[in-house]
């Protein structure tokens, strides 16, 4: 009896998990994205910030990690700045929280702006003006091998 109890219950939640957790499109894979840095992240100053790419061949994004706005976690970004405040380093994906625009850096300012409406960010993600809700993604990440290297939540796209 708790035979079949237990196999008509197996038969029963399996469609509605595969409906919340479905699996990646074939192809797809999420993992830890390697990048160079233009820079060695130890040999940062503070309030240096560098800008990196998603790879393209494949077709990799990162995830983000937090967000708020435009921005959600698990949404995609195909790049983003590391920036030395203080005596850590922060990860942000480039996209603004306002409408998903890519922010550059404004080095003279020492802020992120963004070109589409105007949103201005410090240095550490926070808003310096809007109409940016929010604060910038962070992305989530660690030390690769070399200093040059960190490793990024991401997700190889296939395509
Ligand atoms: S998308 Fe950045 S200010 Fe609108």
Redesign the pocket.
Known sequence: MALILGAVTVAGALPILVYLWPAPPKGQKKGPVNITLDKPIDQLGDGEAIKFNAPTSPNTAFIMADGGGDNAAGDLAFGGFAVKNGNKVDVFAIN?S????SVALNEAAKTFD?P????RFHLDGTVLRG??PVPLSHLTWKQGDTSSVIQIDGIVLGF
């Open positions: 603004c306002h409408l998903g625009c963004c589409c409406h105007g949103s109409p940016a």
